[in-house]
Each structure stands twice: as C-alpha cells, then as structure tokens.
C-alpha cells in the first residue's frame, strides 16, 4: 500500500513525568563515578549531550497497551516474539512471496497499525526531547525545562532475596529524570485508517490514566506520565473530491478495500478548510476543542471495528 500515499498525518505530542523516570542506557561507559543504572543520553547538534525518551521506548509501550486490549478480538494482537506462529512467521514459514494485499489482510490488528517483519507500520514514533522547538519563542521559554530535564537525580536501592528477605544484591545507585519534567516529540502516521489513529490515541489515554508506565523500575514507582496532544496536521490527496480529512477506507478504491480487507468508515466530523499543499490538501488542528473532535471520531472508529 505504500507505492500510493493517500494521507498522512503528524501528531506533536508533550509527554510529562508524574513521577520520576528511568530509560536505561545500554552501558555506563567507562567512568568510575558513573551510576550504575545511568539515564539514555545523545549529543544533539544544537543542544550537546542531553537526556531524551527514545522513539522506539514510547512505541514499545503504547504497542504493548494496544495488543493487551486487542487481544480480546480475534486476530487482534498476535505475540510478536513467538517467531514462528506471529504474523510474519507465518508468512515466513509458507516460503512464498505474496503480493503485499495479501500481507497486509493476513496481519492482525497490532501489526497493521505498528508493523512486523514483513510488513512496515502505519505508525512512526520519533524521539523526544525535553525542549519545545515548534518556534524560537517556545524554544526560550522551555530552555529552563531543558535545564531541569538533565538535572538528573540519584537513587540508592537494593535486591533483596526472597528467600531470606536479606539484601542480595547493592546497595546501587540509578539516575532518573525528576518529576514534573516535559519532553516533545511527533508521531508520524502514513496510509492509515481512522481505527489506528484510533488505537494510537486509546493506547495514551491509558498512560494518562496510570495503567500503563514508560521506562524501568515501574513496579517501584517509576515511569507515570501524562500525554498531550498539541497539533495534528493531516494532508490527503488533493486528486480526490472529499474536502473532509478521512482514512484510507474512504480514499482507497472499492478494489484496493477488498483486496487489503480494509474496514468501512466515514470522514472525520470536523469541518476543517483545508489548503492546497502540492499534491496534497493539508488540515491543521490546533486549538483543543477540534482535537477532542478528532479524538471522538478516531475512538468512535476503533469501537465500531467488526
């Protein structure tokens, strides 16, 4: 499906620590004075070295919500580690080469929307970082965010043994991202259906609510944040006559709906102008009201699927 592009959307989000948060580093280098447990780092071009939260650490855990409440459903989330009997097991074990319809109709829910091994994802989760680069005025003014973000506090824990109830293993110390503290980032999303902005949105608001935490040591606390969801800018092809934002299931023709097993549905209900971008009509929303109305609509389509 992704030799056409038939829309589009970009999703800028703010996520905020409740309590404080831990993405391991793979390594702690080689200084003697590093923590054990040392928060993941990258050198940006503009900012130096900085804490950040991985694209794929968020992805992770908003599949994992999203395959936990699909699973209700029949071919709703396979067990992508179960090699042989996931999605693209399947199609690797059959030793054939399928047309890509016939992939994507094979796959389940979760691996429509997040992707597998033979077959790509609608969505892309980008990394984020603890600073506001949509203008040099939100650039200035999260500079203190920024700040706060690398001030990286020190725990001191233990293991104990559940055994004798004695420490086992420490005492050792980790870092973590305060409390409080926001990062910025987007979720891209190509040649998708309203259910999987649907299932994306369904996925944060479980965050919001606290069943679902981001990074380790969440059993010891760490990891509740909060997600928002500041723009969304949605562009479709300018060939076609509907002038409101809609997913693949209303652009795609009668057969490409058939041959990928695509699922009815109806335009957004939001009344958005759109501009003339190339190739492509663009729609922005970006006062809240109109975003809670594309929230609306995407969960209304999740709910409805078959």
Request: aromatic fraction near 6%; charged fraction near 25%.
């Amino acid at each position: 499906m992704f030799r056409k592009s038939y829309n589009r959307a970009l999703l800028r989000i703010k996520l905020t620590t409740v309590t404080p948060l831990l993405i391991r580093a793979g390594d702690t280098g080689l200084s003697p004075t590093a923590s054990d447990l040392s928060c993941v780092r990258t050198r940006h071009g503009m900012h130096g070295k900085t804490v950040y939260v991985p694209g794929s650490s968020l992805k992770g855990v908003l599949r994992q919500t999203a395959e936990a409440s699909l699973r209700s459903r029949d071919k709703g989330a396979c067990n992508p580690l179960e090699h042989k009997i996931c999605c693209s097991g399947i199609i690797r074990d059959k030793k054939q080469n399928p047309p890509p319809e016939k992939i994507y109709a094979s796959h389940c829910l979760a691996c429509r929307t997040f992707g597998s091994m033979a077959l790509k994802g609608r969505a892309a989760v980008r990394d984020l970082f603890p600073w506001d680069d949509g203008s040099e005025e939100l650039l200035t003014k999260t500079e203190e965010n920024r700040r706060l973000a690398n001030a990286v506090e020190v725990r001191h824990s233990v293991a104990i043994d559940r055994m004798t109830g004695s420490v086992k293993h420490g005492p050792f110390d980790q870092e973590v991202v305060p409390a409080g503290v926001s990062f910025w980032g987007e979720i891209a999303l190509e040649n998708f259906q309203m259910w999987q902005l649907g299932l994306l949105i369904y996925a944060l608001d479980e965050m919001n609510a606290g069943f679902a935490c981001l990074g380790s040591s969440t059993t010891r606390g760490l990891g509740e944040v909060r997600t928002a969801i500041g723009s969304i800018v949605h562009e479709q092809s300018a060939s076609d006559s509907l002038t409101q934002p809609a997913g693949v299931g209303v652009l795609a023709s009668e057969g490409e709906k058939k041959a990928y097993c695509l699922f009815s549905e109806g335009p957004l209900p939001v009344d958005d102008p759109a501009v003339a971008r190339g190739l492509f009509n663009r729609f922005t929303v970006a006062d809240q009201a109109r975003i809670n109305a594309w929230r609306d609509g995407a969960l209304e389509s999740l709910r409805c699927l078959p």
